[in-house]
C-alpha cells in the first residue's frame, strides 16, 4: 500500500510539472513577441518616439513584476499555490488580449505594467509548487523541465516577426489569440492543480520571530543567492529584449530573420542546457550538497567567451556561436536558483524568498533594458556593453561560491 502510494504521489509530482508546462510557455511567450514584433509596432504606434522610449516600454513589465514579485510570493505561502497560479494565468491572458488593441505609447505601457502584474504572482507560486513535490532526487530535473517550457516559448516568440509581416495576421492578431488561448487554459487547470500537504517547517533553520521577511534577509546565504540571481540577469534580459534589434541593426537582417537568429538558437541550447543541468545537478547532489552550486558555477562559467563573443562578433555566424554557448550556460543556471533557495530557506518561505528574488533580479533587468537603449542611442560600443556583462559573471562565480548550503530533501 506505501509502495502504491508513492508511486501515485511520484506520478502526481510529475503530473504538475505537466500541468505547468503550457503555462510557463504562454508566460514568456507574450514577452519574446514584444521584442521581435518591436519594428511593426513602433510602425503601428508613431507616439514611440525612439529607443529610450521603447526602453520603458520593456522596463514598466520589469519594474511592476519586480515590485509585486514579493508580496506574490508571500500570497502564494500563505493562501495556497494553486488559486494564485489559476488566477495570474487568467488576468495576464485578459491583458495579452487587450495588448492586440492599444493604440498609443501610454496605453501600451498601461498594458505592460499590468502584465507585469499579473505574470509576477505565477513564477514563485509555481516553483515553490514543484519544489513541494519533488525532493531533493528530482527536484533540479523538475524545474529544469518547467524551465523549458519557458524556452519553448521564447522559441515560438522568435518566429512573432513572420506573424507580425504577414499581410493575413499582423502583430494585433499574435497578442489577441495568445491571450484567448490563456483565459481557455485557466480553467482546466484549476480544476486538476491541486495544494500538496504543506510540508512541516524545518527545524534546522531559526524560525526569526516567525517573520518571514526578516528570516529571509537575516540570512547570508539568502542575500547573497540574491545577489548572484541579478547580476546574470541583466545580460539575460537584454539578450532577450534587445538581441533581435541588435542583428536587425548590424547584419541588416529583416524582421523576421533577426527574430529567429536572436531567439531560436539561443533558446534551444537553454532548453538542452536546462534539461542536462538539471539531471548533472541531481546526480552530483549524491556526492555533496554543493553539487547545484558546483552545476550552475559551470554555467556561468560558459557566460564569458559567450558575452565577449557576441558583443565582438563580425559576422552573423559568429554572433550567433557565441548566443548558443550563452543558451547553454543559462540551462545550467536557470534550473538551479529555486533548488538552491531550497538549500538555504524554510519550505514555507520559497515562493516569498524567489518573489524577493524577482524583485531586485527584475528591477536591474528593467534599468538594463532602459539603459541599454539609451547607451545605443548614444554610439556606445556593443563590445564595451557586453564586456561589462562578461565581468559581472565572473563575480557572480565568485559570489556563488560563497554559499554555504545544507540538505534540503524535505518531503512535500
Known amino acids: 500500500m506505501n509502495t502504491n502510494t508513492s508511486a501515485c504521489s511520484s506520478r502526481y509530482a510529475w503530473c504538475v510539472v505537466a500541468l505547468l508546462f503550457p503555462v510557463a510557455l504562454l508566460n514568456y511567450l507574450d514577452r519574446q513577441m514584444l521584442a521581435t514584433m518591436k519594428s511593426s509596432m513602433v510602425g503601428d504606434i508613431p507616439s514611440i518616439a525612439n529607443k529610450a522610449d521603447w526602453g520603458l516600454v520593456l522596463g514598466c513589465f520589469k519594474w511592476t513584476y519586480a515590485f509585486l514579485s514579493p508580496f506574490a510570493g508571500f500570497i502564494a505561502d500563505r493562501m495556497g499555490r494553486r488559486l494564485v497560479i489559476g488566477a495570474s494565468l487568467f488576468v495576464w491572458s485578459a491583458v495579452t488580449w487587450w495588448t492586440g488593441h492599444v493604440t498609443t505609447f501610454h496605453e501600451l505601457m498601461g498594458a505592460r505594467a499590468l502584465m507585469g502584474i499579473s505574470e509576477a504572482f505565477y513564477i514563485p507560486a509555481a516553483l515553490a509548487l514543484i519544489a513541494d513535490y519533488h525532493t531533493g532526487p528530482t527536484r533540479s530535473r523538475a524545474v529544469g523541465v518547467h524551465q523549458a517550457g519557458i524556452y519553448v516559448g521564447q522559441i515560438l ?15 494585433r492578431w499574435a497578442f489577441t489569440m495568445c491571450g484567448m488561448i490563456g483565459i481557455l487554459y485557466a480553467l482546466p487547470l484549476l480544476a486538476l492543480l491541486r495544494n500538496p500537504v504543506r510540508p512541516a517547517a524545518d527545524a534546522s533553520l531559526p524560525v526569526a520571530d516567525g517573520n518571514v521577511f526578516r528570516g529571509l534577509l537575516g540570512n547570508r546565504n539568502f542575500l547573497l543567492l540574491v545577489l548572484y540571481f541579478t547580476l546574470p540577469a541583466i545580460a539575460g534580459w537584454v539578450v532577450r529584449d534587445w538581441m533581435p534589434d541588435i542583428l536587425k541593426e548590424k547584419f541588416a537582417l529583416g524582421q523576421g530573420g533577426a527574430g529567429v537568429s536572436a531567439i531560436l538558437f539561443v533558446q534551444v541550447a537553454s532548453l538542452v542546457g536546462v534539461l542536462i543541468g538539471g539531471v548533472l545537478a541531481d546526480r552530483w547532489m549524491r ?9 550552475s558555477v559551470i554555467g556561468m562559467v560558459l557566460f564569458l567567451p559567450a558575452l565577449f563573443s557576441v558583443g565582438n562578433a563580425g559576422t552573423l555566424t559568429v554572433a550567433i556561436v557565441g548566443l548558443v554557448v550563452f543558451g547553454f550556460g543559462w540551462g545550467f543556471f536557470d534550473c538551479n536558483n529555486m533548488p538552491i533557495l531550497c538549500q538555504i530557506a524554510r519550505p514555507e518561505w520559497r515562493a516569498t524568498g524567489y518573489g524577493i528574488m524577482n524583485l531586485v533580479s527584475t528591477s536591474f533587468g528593467g534599468f538594463g533594458d532602459w539603459a541599454f537603449g539609451a547607451l545605443r542611442d548614444r554610439h556606445t560600443p556593443l563590445n564595451v556593453i557586453f564586456g561589462v556583462f562578461a565581468g559581472l559573471a565572473l563575480l557572480s562565480v565568485f559570489i556563488v561560491l560563497l554559499i554555504k548550503p545544507r540538505d534540503a530533501n524535505t518531503p512535500a
Do not use: C, K, L
Not at 157 to 171: C, L, N, R, T
Not at 287 to 295: A, D, K, L
Open 157 to 171: 516568440g522568435g518566429f512573432a516577426g513572420y506573424v507580425a509581416d504577414s499581410p493575413e495576421h499582423g502583430w
Open 287 to 295: 556526492r555533496t550538497q554543493r553539487g547545484r552550486i558546483f552545476t
